[in-house]
């Protein structure tokens, strides 16, 4: 067993508050530079392994407005933060649970009960090459380095509930319902178990600082007519769009006015906001955002990221991909794992 003592993890998160206080120092309130907004994408995730606490703290102290969840359900239904549904891409769990690969491969979240996952170690994402285990992003937090673990949804909301009492801030959270069909199919309802614990913790209506996330436009059908009306609640929703191929209808000249039907908001990827065709001279952007935008919904794409080869060719470095996206096609929120960078774009912008 390698879990992490309690009054360690407490301290190492304080450590990540403290370096980070002169930049919070600094930060103006979200109302002092517009409505647009910054997500944490899988927390501060450029500079510490995604979706740890220590991630979240930094997010909170770089100044993001909301901090993002993805949320998948253990063998004892409990609810992780975790962004796949496997655990072998951001954990020791090969390591640790050999015997409990499945037939393809992976080691499956909803196959391991919460005791069992708390002893993995958390880590950057990699990948096996030849069995080696390879970073996924080279420059960031080195993978086989200090000890992190797979938070609860309860443990995180309650980290950033705390933080805004200690800080009189009002930060809001960002969960994704991740692979809902998956989750049904083994038995599990996902949705109503994220409902009924946000309710719990005092997320109730559209005035909360919350949106609730998810790919599946079935799914968002199910929470909006049967999930929210059960548990007496009504969130904000957003509907994320992923490949041109699967999200066809929604692309349409209607598409926007008929998910406003259950969507607060969209969450593209970016590439449908502004084409990856587009080149300096030529900047391609889509009519998605004003359809969106004329049907009352609000555009947060993802995800922008400053390592080698993820800003776009057609824009001349992040700060310039930021403007185009913000205010040429006028998104009014980013996922982004660098939130301190979109947070200083804004703040200089205004
Ligand atoms: O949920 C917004 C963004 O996080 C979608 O992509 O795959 O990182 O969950 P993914
Ligand atoms: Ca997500």
Same mark, same amino acid.
């Given at each position: 067993?390698?879990?992490?003592?309690?009054?360690?993890?407490?301290?190492?998160?304080?450590?990540?508050? /403290?370096?980070?206080?002169?930049?919070?120092?600094?930060?103006?309130?979200?109302?002092?530079?517009?409505?647009?907004?910054?997500?944490?994408?899988?927390?501060?995730?450029?500079?510490?392994?995604?979706?740890?606490?220590?991630?979240?703290?930094?997010?909170?102290?770089?100044?993001?407005?909301?901090?993002?969840?993805?949320?998948?359900?253990?063998?004892?239904?409990? /609810?992780?933060?975790?962004?796949?549904?496997?655990?072998?891409?951001?954990?020791?769990?090969?390591?640790?649970?050999?015997?409990?690969?499945?037939?393809?491969?992976?080691?499956?979240?909803?196959?391991?009960?919460?005791?069992?996952?708390?002893?993995?170690?958390?880590?950057?994402?990699?990948?096996?090459?030849?069995?080696?285990?390879?970073?996924?992003?080279?420059?960031?937090?080195?993978?086989?380095?200090?000890?992190?673990?797979?938070?609860?949804?309860?443990?995180?909301?309650?980290?950033?509930?705390?933080?805004?009492?200690?800080?009189?801030?009002?930060?809001?959270?960002?969960?994704?319902?991740?692979?809902?069909?998956?989750?049904?199919? =083994?038995?599990?309802?996902?949705?109503?178990?994220?409902?009924?614990?946000?309710?719990?913790?005092?997320?109730?209506?559209?005035?909360?600082?919350?949106?609730?996330?998810?790919?599946?436009?079935?799914?968002?059908?199910?929470?909006?007519?049967?999930?929210?009306?059960?548990?007496?609640?009504?969130?904000?929703?957003?509907?994320?769009?992923?490949?041109?191929?699967?999200?066809?209808?929604?692309?349409?000249?209607?598409?926007?006015?008929?998910?406003?039907?259950?969507?607060?908001?969209?969450?593209?990827?970016?590439?449908?906001?502004?084409?990856?065709?587009?080149?300096?001279?030529?900047?391609?952007?889509?009519?998605?955002?004003?359809?969106?935008?004329? =049907?009352?919904?609000?555009?947060?794409?993802?995800?922008?990221? /400053?390592?080698?080869?993820?800003?776009?060719?057609?824009?001349?470095?992040?700060?310039? /991909?930021?403007?185009?996206?913000?205010?040429?096609?006028?998104?009014?929120?980013?996922?982004?794992?660098?939130?301190?960078?979109?947070?200083?774009?804004?703040?200089?912008?205004?």
């Amino acid at each position: 067993m390698r879990s992490c003592p309690l009054n360690l993890r407490i301290f190492q998160l304080f450590g990540v508050l /403290l370096m980070t206080a002169t930049v919070s120092s600094l930060l103006p309130a979200q109302s002092a530079r517009s409505e647009k907004i910054v997500i944490a994408h899988r927390g501060a995730s450029g500079y510490l392994p995604e979706h740890t606490l220590p991630a979240k703290a930094m997010a909170y102290a770089m100044g993001a407005d909301y901090i993002e969840q993805d949320v998948v359900m253990t063998k004892d239904d409990q /609810l992780i933060v975790l962004h796949d549904i496997t655990l072998d891409r951001t954990t020791d769990v090969a390591d640790r649970y050999p015997q409990r690969i499945r037939d393809d491969g992976r080691f499956y979240a909803i196959d391991f009960t919460l005791e069992e996952i708390r002893t993995l170690n958390a880590s950057e994402g990699f990948n096996l090459v030849g069995g080696e285990k390879q970073q996924g992003y080279e420059q960031r937090f080195p993978m086989a380095t200090s000890s992190f673990s797979v938070p609860t949804f309860a443990e995180e909301i309650e980290l950033i509930q705390g933080l805004n009492r200690s800080t009189g801030k009002d930060v809001g959270i960002y969960p994704e319902i991740k692979s809902p069909e998956f989750h049904r199919e =083994a038995g599990k309802d996902i949705s109503t178990a994220v409902v009924n614990l946000l309710k719990h913790y005092g997320y109730t209506n559209k005035s909360d600082k919350i949106y609730l996330q998810t790919f599946s436009y079935e799914e968002l059908e199910i929470i909006s007519t049967q999930v929210f009306p059960a548990a007496g609640v009504e969130l904000n929703l957003v509907q994320l769009i992923g490949s041109e191929d699967s999200y066809r209808w929604m692309l349409q000249e209607n598409g926007m006015t008929k998910l406003a039907n259950h969507a607060d908001g969209i969450g593209p990827e970016k590439g449908l906001v502004v084409s990856r065709r587009s080149t300096k001279g030529n900047i391609e952007i889509s009519e998605l955002v004003s359809r969106a935008h004329e =049907a009352g919904l609000k555009v947060h794409p993802y995800t922008y990221r /400053l390592d080698a080869g993820q800003v776009p060719q057609y824009a001349n470095d992040f700060d310039d /991909l930021l403007r185009l996206h913000y205010f040429e096609a006028d998104i009014d929120g980013a996922f982004t794992d660098f939130p301190d960078r979109v947070v200083e774009f804004l703040k200089a912008a205004k």
